[in-house]
């Protein structure tokens, strides 16, 4: 795997934005709870110190809602690797098990990093592992404070309470990004990106996995007409959004259970639940009269885009390849016959 810094998307620019907001409350609640204890027990160094680290926070917490929001992630994790090295080395000792929310900090930095930036949660992870290390084998510094047995295991027993809710805590986070990521991928390979609507994958598998009852159904088969002067006339980017009126058109002309498709370029498909063939050819010839009468109007060019498309409908059976070769029979015949009109497979 290479480890060469990438060019981040937009959506992987915010990756973890919304778990470092999460993490900075957590970090607030703890220090709280903390510096109670401590003011309690006229520990003022630590007490100031911890005020200071909250302001800091807080102050992070802010700028998440700011364009600076990218900035606080790795900034977030060092602030609080560096306060717990603080009261593990310098104030209290090792006893206090401070140090083990280093073994915390591990897995968050897996929610608060996108994937493509290897380097900064390796960075993390080592830092992470070296402060354990040093704060559990560190015979240099000598606590400023000596904390009775008693005080220590309070200490160390809310670091382990705290310790377990954050790593619980960031293994969910985590799994609900990846269910997240799946359900995105899932839109995303089931829907044409440039009209919204289902492409033609997604469109085969409804039909084949609807559990369709004994009522008649049809299929619509619907081709833009001369889609190619369109283009060379007004160019593709009007051409684009020619196909995103005739998808919304027909997403209006929609009831509750029918389906609407882009099968490919100018070609789209409407699947009418519960519809006879005749009501169906009434149906698309309303359709093919409403698209007639209604031009795309874009800011690219000022002069609105009239155009006109051939419906082939045909009964839909439980064979969905015949039903659309049926349909799609029908639809040649209406090219044929001059466009602009309506032709049903019988």
Same mark, same amino acid.
């Given at each position: 795997?290479?480890?060469?810094?990438?060019?981040?998307?937009?959506?992987?620019?915010?990756?973890?934005?919304?778990?470092?907001?999460?993490?900075?409350?957590?970090?607030?609640?703890?220090?709280?709870?903390?510096?109670?204890?401590?003011?309690?027990?006229?520990?003022?160094?630590?007490?100031?110190?911890?005020?200071?680290?909250?302001?800091?926070?807080?102050?992070?917490?802010?700028?998440?809602?700011?364009?600076?929001?990218?900035?606080?992630?790795?900034?977030?994790?060092?602030?609080?690797?560096?306060?717990?090295?603080?009261?593990?080395?310098?104030?209290?000792?090792?006893?206090?098990?401070?140090?083990?929310?280093?073994?915390?900090?591990?897995?968050?930095?897996?929610?608060?990093?996108?994937?493509?930036?290897?380097?900064?949660?390796?960075?993390?992870?080592?830092?992470?592992?070296?402060?354990?290390?040093?704060?559990?084998?560190?015979?240099?510094?000598?606590?400023?404070?000596?904390?009775?047995?008693?005080?220590?295991?309070?200490?160390?027993?809310?670091?382990?309470?705290? &310790?377990? /809710?954050?790593?619980?805590?960031?293994? !969910? %986070?985590?799994?609900?990004?990846? *269910?997240?990521? =799946?359900? +995105?991928?899932?839109?995303?390979?089931?829907?044409?990106?440039?009209?919204?609507?289902?492409?033609?994958?997604?469109?085969?598998?409804?039909?084949?996995?609807?559990? &369709?009852? /004994?009522?008649?159904?049809?299929?619509? !088969? %619907?081709?833009?007409?001369?889609? *190619?002067?369109? =283009?060379? +006339?007004?160019?593709?980017?009007?051409?684009?959004?020619?196909?995103?009126?005739?998808?919304?058109?027909?997403?209006?002309?929609?009831?509750?259970?029918?389906?609407?498709?882009?099968?490919?370029?100018?070609?789209?498909? !409407?699947?009418?639940?519960?519809?006879?063939?005749?009501?169906?050819?009434?149906?698309?010839?309303?359709?093919?009269?409403?698209?007639?009468?209604?031009?795309?109007?874009?800011?690219?060019?000022?002069?609105?885009?009239?155009?006109?498309?051939?419906?082939?409908?045909?009964?839909?059976?439980?064979?969905?390849?015949?039903?659309?070769?049926?349909?799609?029979?029908?639809?040649?015949?209406?090219?044929?016959?001059?466009?602009?009109?309506?032709?049903?497979?019988?």
């Amino acid at each position: 795997m290479s480890l060469k810094r990438d060019v981040l998307t937009i959506n992987e620019a915010d990756y973890g934005i919304q778990a470092s907001r999460i993490f900075s409350l957590v970090l607030l609640c703890i220090n709280a709870v903390f510096v109670s204890y401590f003011f309690y027990q006229e520990y003022y160094y630590i007490v100031l110190m911890d005020i200071i680290f909250i302001t800091i926070f807080i102050t992070l917490y802010a700028l998440s809602f700011t364009v600076y929001a990218h900035l606080i992630k790795e900034l977030l994790m060092v602030l609080s690797l560096l306060q717990i090295i603080l009261l593990s080395v310098v104030f209290i000792g090792s006893d206090s098990g401070m140090h083990l929310y280093t073994i915390g900090m591990i897995p968050a930095t897996y929610i608060f990093v996108s994937r493509r930036q290897i380097w900064p949660r390796i960075r993390m992870a080592v830092l992470c592992t070296l402060g354990l290390v040093f704060a559990e084998t560190q015979t240099i510094f000598s606590p400023i404070y000596t904390v009775p047995a008693p005080e220590l295991m309070v200490i160390k027993t809310t670091v382990i309470i705290s &310790l377990c /809710s954050i790593v619980f805590g960031s293994f !969910l %986070l985590f799994f609900n990004y990846i *269910k997240a990521t =799946n359900m +995105q991928l899932r839109c995303l390979s089931e829907m044409d990106e440039l009209t919204q609507v289902a492409n033609r994958r997604a469109f085969l598998t409804q039909l084949k996995s609807d559990k &369709l009852n /004994s009522t008649e159904h049809c299929i619509l !088969l %619907l081709d833009i007409d001369h889609f *190619k002067q369109i =283009n060379d +006339q007004f160019g593709h980017a009007c051409g684009d959004e020619v196909l995103k009126h005739i998808s919304t058109l027909m997403r209006s002309f929609c009831e509750p259970r029918d389906k609407v498709a882009r099968l490919g370029g100018e070609e789209f498909a !409407l699947f009418l639940h519960a519809t006879t063939i005749e009501t169906a050819h009434t149906r698309a010839e309303q359709l093919c009269r409403k698209i007639e009468i209604t031009p795309t109007k874009t800011l690219i060019t000022p002069k609105p885009i009239f155009c006109t498309v051939s419906i082939g409908v045909s009964r839909f059976t439980q064979d969905v390849k015949t039903s659309l070769s049926n349909a799609d029979k029908a639809m040649y015949l209406a090219k044929m016959q001059g466009r602009n009109q309506v032709v049903c497979f019988t």
